[in-house]
């Protein structure tokens, strides 16, 4: 498994969040856009599935044998997903802007401290379980956390043209 640094990805998108007002954090490029809090709001939501999703890996064998998809194996392989706009499920569409700032940045800790728990649990686990990706078939509980960096990682390419259009507005 490539060398994976989930903290820091994390780290930045917080240090991203600390440095903008909760009014830039709001403001759409335009009405099919989302702003960095829906960003923010997504992530946490994605991550926290993903993270839900070792949970049960380290907990169990059900699914062991099962394989990811072809496209999923390719994935891994570069440890990114590729450069393109991807569009998200209908339910993306429904993704609210955040209460706060401090909702976004306690969020994205609350995130952080799941993780290093998970880590713990996933060093000390005997179990192999997988469980389903909606689109990509099984993953085991490293490839769930592999996964998770990957996602977190490819918004900040969003994050730059949202910051493009924040710079021009």
């Known amino acids: 498994m ?22 830039i954090l709001c403001i759409q490029p335009s009405a099919n856009s989302w702003s960095l809090g829906q960003v923010g709001m997504h992530l946490i939501e994605a991550t926290g599935f993903y993270l839900r999703q070792i949970a049960i890996c380290v907990n169990t064998n059900d699914d ?7 496209s999923a194996i390719q994935l891994f392989k570069n440890n990114e997903l590729p450069d393109v706009q991807i569009e998200g499920p209908e339910t993306n569409a429904n993704t609210p802007q955040p209460v706060s700032k401090e909702a976004l940045l306690d969020g994205l800790n609350a995130l952080k401290e799941k993780i290093q728990s998970l880590e ?8 192999k379980g997988k469980t389903r990706h909606p689109g990509l078939l099984f993953f085991n509980a490293e490839e769930w956390m592999q996964f998770a960096d990957i996602h977190l990682r490819h918004h900040v390419r969003q994050l730059k043209r949202i910051e493009a259009f924040l710079d021009t507005a």
Do not use: C, G, H
């Not at 060398?3 to 009014?23: A, H």
């Not at 713990?120 to 179990?127: E, G, I, P, R, V």
């Open 64 to 70: 062991a044998n099962e394989t990811m998809s072809a």
């Open 120 to 127: 713990m649990l996933m060093a000390q686990s005997q179990f």
């Open 2 to 23: 490539p060398d994976i640094n989930i903290m820091q990805t994390v780290d930045t998108w917080i240090e991203v969040f600390q440095q903008k007002s909760f009014r």
